[in-house]
């Protein structure tokens, strides 16, 4: 399973999480800990937030250990909102639009997990797509499939509302395709200003989520960037993060969970 952090707060160069901890994401792109596999070396991809609406992006197919631009632009890159992921994929191939994290305007998304069997349920989860929003699936995974989903069901209005319509959906594709293969989504979503983290699941256990916060500074991490362990807080099963501009984090369940989930 891919391994991602997500930060909001005071403007710091990306290195200050991507790269210097002692178990940065880059340590666990050989070396995770609390992942299905150890290895996430299948892409990376940074994301962040400057001057212009859109976030900036970078993607790449070779993994994070390899990359030796991967420090340089961790060290001059400084943002208030940035996503950093390292890759590891679940049948889709290793190509730059599959890397995240994925951009539609100023939206920025990234993913961790699976959606089924991708093969049964992929056609009917891309009609979800809007016109407006399908011309900019580039890749072929779920993970962006889902996102331009959630685009499509109103993240404008309502981050939080689309995408629980976005997860009641998927969930019913799911449990009627006659699969085993469980749903996750452990995802982050921003629009720029605020900060959203999801961390759900049917049919299986929730992948890991943790979160941070110090002062205005919030972190969110797939798993923990130290051995302290102390302070890091685990996000729970069916439960959000939100870090919005201009008020306190809220960790909270998600609202109109579908009544198939099963942790």
């Known amino acids: ?31 995770a800990k609390e992942s299905v ?11 962040w937030y400057g001057e212009r609406e859109e976030p900036g992006l970078y993607r790449e197919v070779r993994p994070a250990w390899s990359d030796e ?29 599959n890397c995240h994290p994925f951009i539609h305007g100023r939206w920025m998304f990234m993913h961790n997990g ?22 900019s699936r580039v890749g072929t995974t779920d993970s962006e499939a889902v996102f331009l989903a959630i685009l499509g069901a109103g993240a404008n209005a309502d981050p939080i509302a689309a995408t629980m319509r976005t997860l009641t959906t998927l969930t019913e594709l799911v449990s009627t395709s006659g699969t085993t293969e469980p749903l996750r989504i452990t995802a ?3 629009d720029g200003r ?23 500074n919030v972190v ?34 998600l609202p109109e969970v579908p009544r198939l989930a099963a942790e």
């Open 1 to 31: 399973m891919c391994r991602w952090i997500a930060y909001r707060g005071e403007t710091v160069p990306l290195e200050r999480y991507v790269t210097e901890p002692a178990h940065s994401l880059v340590v666990q792109s050989l070396q």
């Open 37 to 47: 596999g150890a290895t996430n070396g299948d892409g990376f991809g940074l994301g």
């Open 69 to 97: 631009n991967l420090k340089h632009l961790c060290r001059h890159i400084q943002s208030p909102l940035f996503f950093a992921h390292v890759r590891a994929a679940t049948g889709t191939p290793t190509t730059r639009p």
């Open 114 to 135: 699976q959606v089924g069997d991708w093969s049964l349920i992929r056609r009917r989860v891309e009609a979800m797509i809007p016109d407006e929003f399908y011309t």
């Open 188 to 190: 982050a979503l921003s």
């Open 194 to 216: 605020d900060l959203y983290a999801f961390r759900y699941a049917y049919g299986g256990s929730a992948n890991t989520l943790y979160y941070r916060e110090t002062g205005s």
């Open 220 to 253: 969110v991490v797939s798993e923990p960037l130290d051995m302290d362990r102390g302070f890091w807080i685990p996000v729970p099963p069916g439960h959000l993060v939100a870090a919005r501009a201009g008020k306190s984090l809220v960790l909270e369940p």
